[in-house]
């Protein structure tokens, strides 16, 4: 129904900067909140930064302070702007999107693909 596509992600050295990007194929009829989560090998996935449509943001613990969501509402896009990147940021960084795709139907969640993250000297 909706596909979302992630970008931006690459090998960055520790302390520098990406921006990631999350655009989705189609405009929902209504978003309950968006967000950024990660996955690093062996792990389970994590949630990084969430926004709401209203703006509201909450972010995990460890990397507050130093990464930043937004949402632009015409792009229909979701971004994720990292700063000050350790090698333990190192992992997948998927967006998800919790909504109505179409009118009188059920909210759910819609994930992307994907986009590798490395922080490595």
């Known amino acids: 129904q909706v596909q979302l596509v992630e970008s931006g992600g690459g090998l960055v050295q520790p302390g520098g900067s990406l921006r990631l990007s999350c655009v989705a194929s189609?405009?929902?009829?209504?978003?309950?909140?968006m967000g950024w989560y990660r996955q690093a090998p062996g792990k389970e996935r994590e949630l990084v930064a969430s926004i709401t449509p209203g703006g509201s943001t909450n972010y995990a613990g460890s990397v507050k302070g130093r990464f930043t969501i937004s949402r632009e509402n015409a792009n229909n896009a979701l971004y994720l702007e990292m700063s000050s990147l350790k090698p333990e940021d190192t992992a997948i960084y998927y967006c998800k999107t919790r909504g109505q795709p179409n009118a009188g139907w059920e909210a759910r969640d819609y994930w992307g693909q994907g986009t590798q993250v490395t922080v490595s000297s």
């Open positions: 189609r405009r929902f009829f209504s978003i309950t909140a």
